[in-house]
């Protein structure tokens, strides 16, 4: 028998390498979309279109899947959901009409609910003051933007066609579920009681808090899933790089953006769950202001002639902030989750299901957002311009939402004082 240390752990890597596999193939169209688009001639609403769908049916998937991991257990409900969307996964290589990829990419992106499953499997394994960081390390896996965005171009480059994509991450899929199969475990006891109906679960929609982490994580998370969707397209565009060379600059951003996911996890348990995420919206205040400036060319007409000002960043410049960014939003991921933990401890799956969903949904319409403001304006950093505009909307819901818990602090302190 193994011991319950063994378990939790093995629990942990399992359901991280499982979950890295399934946002891999959640963000497959970052890179294959861009080839697909160029074949078929889509413009930039179409990609937008074509790119989020996946994301759609991940996010709306999420919520029951919530239920079902705290009905069922995390494991049965995981290794199902990924055996399931094999078969998406590889038809997609037979693709050949616009119609064809939207149909594939909602069935294939049933892999994004994965996050629901996962984040109550995990954390119900941990004591309390560990859960931050247990569902830190599982939320690392985000990181598979980045392997995503490595793979596929390598993939491409080296075969010439994107076909070749879906075929082997069909067979990525496959294996991961069979090994996920056998080093995860169950336990009884970290099932709901069969006492809580699913009309009191669905009740959470109506509370407040659910609604104001929900936002919260539409910007973190919905806005980490956008850019790395639209950030490797965005670098082919803006800075005439080559799909290999804006891959590799993308996972700058999508990299990070996964992998540190852990420390906001251990800064939240450390700190709490409202300074980390107070301080990830300002990170990503200040970026998105800076990245929101289009490339502009001004003439200045002084007292001695006409001058010429170029204000625009240029790739190194843009590459820093989108890894400040990504940093930002890898620990704001976490945090959020912790607020989750913190205050539905009894009903991590479905809150987590439904904050899931509100962050997946971000991730759903803020790139065909993106793709309609591009072809209305013209300007490809429209795209920053409105993430800022959403960063802007937490900033003043999260103040005014602690306000009375701040006040009734300080008064508390003065009177112990």
């Known amino acids: 028998m193994a011991s319950e240390t063994y378990k939790r752990y093995s629990v942990l890597v399992s359901s991280t390498l499982s979950f890295t596999v399934c946002f891999m193939i959640w963000m497959m169209l970052a890179v294959v979309g861009i080839k697909v688009q160029e074949e078929m001639g889509f413009n930039q609403t179409q990609y937008g279109i074509l790119i989020a769908l996946p994301v759609l049916s991940g996010s709306l998937i999420r919520v029951p899947l919530g239920i079902l991991t705290d009905r069922y257990g995390g494991r049965v409900v995981l290794f199902a959901l990924m055996m399931i969307s094999v078969p998406a996964i590889f038809l997609m290589s037979y693709a050949t009409h616009y119609w064809h990829f939207l149909i594939i990419g909602l069935l294939m992106g049933l892999a994004g609910g994965s996050f629901s499953v996962g984040t109550p499997y995990v954390a119900r394994w941990f004591p309390k003051h560990q859960q931050g960081m247990a569902m830190g390390v599982f939320g690392a896996g985000n990181a598979g933007s980045a392997v995503n965005k490595f793979l596929a171009a390598w993939l491409i480059t080296t075969y010439g066609t994107w076909q070749i994509v879906p075929t082997v991450y069909s067979a990525i899929m496959l294996a991961m579920a069979v090994i996920f199969w056998f080093t995860s475990y169950h336990d009884p006891k970290h099932l709901v009681s069969s006492s809580v109906t699913l009309r009191e679960q669905l009740a959470l929609l109506?509370?407040?808090g659910v609604?104001?982490?929900s936002q919260y994580y539409s910007v973190v998370f919905g806005g980490y899933v956008a850019l790395a969707l639209w950030m490797t397209k965005y670098y082919v565009g803006?800075?005439?790089?080559?799909l290999k060379t804006a891959a590799f600059l993308a996972a700058c951003f999508?990299?990070?953006g996964g992998v540190l996911r852990a420390l906001g996890g251990?800064?939240?348990?450390?700190?709490?769950?409202?300074?980390v995420t107070w301080a990830v919206m300002w990170v990503c205040w200040v970026c998105f202001f800076l990245l929101s400036y289009p490339q502009t060319d001004m003439l200045i007409k002084t007292t001695y002639g006409t001058l010429g000002l170029h204000i625009g960043l240029n790739v190194t410049l843009f590459t820093i902030l989108m890894f400040t960014v990504g940093v930002a939003m890898a620990v704001g991921k976490a945090s959020v989750f912790k607020f989750?933990?913190?205050d539905y401890p009894h009903n991590i799956g479905a809150v987590s299901g439904i904050v899931g969903l509100a962050g997946g949904m971000g991730g759903f319409l803020l790139p065909i957002m993106f793709g309609v403001l591009e072809d209305f304006t013209g300007i490809r950093s429209t795209s920053f311009m409105l993430l800022y505009g959403t960063v802007c909307v937490s900033l003043i819901w999260m103040h005014f939402s602690f306000k009375a818990k701040r006040d009734q602090r300080t008064v508390a302190e003065r009177n112990e004082s």
């Open 206 to 208: 109506k509370d407040p």
């Open 211 to 213: 609604l104001r982490y």
């Open 238 to 242: 803006e800075y005439g790089m080559s």
């Open 254 to 256: 999508s990299l990070p």
């Open 266 to 275: 251990y800064l939240s348990d450390k700190f709490g769950a409202y300074k």
């Open 340 to 342: 989750v933990a913190d």
